[in-house]
C-alpha cells in the first residue's frame, strides 16, 4: 500500500520559516520524481516546486528564492524549506509522488495545513 505523509505544517508569522517532510512508503522512492503543490481556499492547486529523480528542481515563480526543495532517498523522505513566508503562502501543502518509468502512475499525501498570520 503506498502511502506519502506529510507533516510540518502550522501556523507562522509573516516572515518566519518552516519545514514540510513527506515520507513515502510503498513504492521504489528513488525511482519517483517528487514534488510539492498547494491550494488556498477557493482556488486550484498550484504546483509549488518538484525534484526530478536526478535532483533537479524546478519551482513557482511565486516561492522562487524563498522554498527549497530536497529529498532524502535513503530516507524515503521529500522536504520542502520554507522561508520569508507571507500571508499568500496560507494553503494546504501536498506532496506528490510520480513514476518515473511508467506515466501516470502519480501518488498524493492527505496534506498539511500551512497558515502564515500574525
Known amino acids: 500500500q503506498v502511502q506519502l505523509v506529510e507533516s510540518g505544517g502550522g501556523v507562522v508569522q509573516p516572515g518566519g520559516s518552516l519545514r514540510l517532510s513527506c515520507a513515502a512508503s510503498?513504492?521504489?522512492?528513488?525511482?519517483?520524481?517528487m514534488g510539492w503543490y498547494r491550494q488556498a481556499p477557493g482556488k486550484q492547486r498550484e504546483l509549488v516546486a518538484t525534484?526530478?529523480?536526478?535532483?533537479?528542481?524546478k519551482y513557482a515563480d511565486s516561492v522562487k528564492g524563498r522554498f527549497s526543495v530536497s529529498r532524502d532517498n535513503a530516507k524515503n523522505t521529500v522536504y520542502l524549506q520554507m522561508n520569508s513566508l507571507k500571508p499568500e503562502d496560507t494553503a494546504v501543502y501536498y506532496c506528490n509522488a510520480a513514476s518515473s518509468a511508467v506515466a501516470g502512475i502519480i501518488y498524493w499525501g492527505q496534506g498539511t495545513q500551512v497558515t502564515v498570520s500574525s
Open positions: 510503498g513504492i521504489t522512492f528513488r525511482g519517483y520524481a
Open positions: 525534484i526530478s529523480t536526478g535532483y533537479s528542481t
